[in-house]
């Protein structure tokens, strides 16, 4: 994290920058108190600036819990610097040589709040598809890379983030509860993969492998599509060997952005609640 000398009247902005930093490294909305302890700074300080931000819609700040998280101006941001960043071109390459090798639709996500966010995703040649742009939100209690993000939080962690069961159902197929939940991620951690069965969009397929830093915390996910016409779940997983092979490329590529953020892992996030 940005450090910052608070007795420096010059160090308004990057207080304030700090701050917005630590707010987009956690992966679980975090409290006033988290943020004064993690900065060391002022308590009276850190309401003001997470005040401004949230004015700013810099920061999201949940209605009941008064916890922050990443405000979707942020989101914008940090979506165009990677689109316009020299370090997005490797990632990219890679995804389409994985594209061009499985032939099926493949997308680079995140974790952005209580959502999945299409950081790059390239299309299938096949005439039929699941077209979705870059840029584009997903839940995660009913996609293969939002099982990813939340295989390794507590029950406590996961309310936080997409709130108490029953879970909003997008088809027949939708888990809605948190005991079926619960197995489902116990599985992904098992096999580290993520699965998706025709729960977000009918008639439609998925897996997701994570990209995890060296304390474990997965902060990317690499996932593969694809219509039920063509692919069900065990003929994706024939694929999992490529799919992981383009995942550690893409990790490599991404490294010096990793790097910045190696700081924060799971366990801290875990002590944050």
């Given at each position: 994290?940005?450090?910052?000398?608070?007795?420096?009247?010059?160090?308004?902005?990057?207080?304030?920058?700090?701050?917005?930093?630590?707010?987009?490294?956690?992966?679980?909305?975090?409290?006033l108190d988290d943020v004064t302890h993690a900065c060391k700074l002022p308590k009276p300080t850190v309401f003001r600036i997470l005040s401004m931000l949230?004015?700013?819609?810099?920061?999201?700040?949940?209605?009941?819990?008064?916890?922050?998280?990443?405000?979707?101006?942020?989101?914008?941001l940090a979506l165009d610097v990677l689109r316009h960043s020299t370090l997005r071109s490797q990632p990219h390459t890679v995804l389409q040589e994985l594209v061009d090798a499985v032939g099926e639709t493949c997308n680079l996500t995140i974790l952005d709040g209580n959502q999945v966010l299409?950081?790059?995703?390239?299309?299938?040649?096949?005439?039929?598809?699941?077209?979705?742009?870059?840029?584009?939100?997903?839940?995660?209690?009913?996609?293969?890379?939002?099982?990813?993000?939340?295989?390794?939080?507590?029950?406590?962690?996961?309310?936080?983030?997409?709130?108490k069961p029953p879970y909003k159902r997008f088809t027949?197929?939708?888990?809605?509860?948190?005991?079926?939940?619960?197995?489902e991620l116990a599985r992904a951690r098992e096999t580290g993969v993520g699965l998706h069965d025709s729960e977000l969009f009918?008639?439609?397929?998925?897996?997701?492998v994570p990209l995890s830093?060296?304390?474990?915390?997965?902060?990317?996910a690499l996932a593969l599509h694809g219509p039920t016409s063509r692919l069900d779940i065990a003929a994706c997983l024939k694929l999992l060997p490529?799919?992981?092979?383009?995942?550690?490329?893409?990790?490599?590529?991404?490294?010096?952005?990793?790097?910045?953020?190696?700081h924060v892992t799971q366990s801290d996030s875990a002590e944050l609640l």
């Open positions: 994290m940005l450090n910052v000398d608070p007795q420096k009247p010059e160090s308004t902005a990057l207080r304030a920058f700090a701050v917005l930093e630590y707010v987009a490294h956690a992966n679980t909305p975090v409290s949230f004015e700013a819609d810099l920061v999201y700040r949940e209605p009941l819990g008064k916890r922050y998280t990443v405000g979707a101006r942020s989101a914008a299409y950081l790059d995703r390239v299309e299938t040649p096949m005439p039929l598809r699941l077209h979705l742009e870059p840029g584009t939100r997903v839940p995660l209690h009913c996609t293969a890379s939002g099982k990813l993000f939340l295989m390794n939080m507590t029950q406590k962690q996961i309310e936080a983030l997409i709130g027949s197929r939708t888990i809605t509860e948190w005991e079926p939940l619960k197995e009918d008639d439609s397929v998925a897996i997701a830093d060296t304390s474990g915390r997965v902060y990317a490529d799919l992981r092979g383009a995942a550690s490329a893409i990790a490599d590529a991404m490294a010096p952005l990793n790097k910045q953020a190696s």
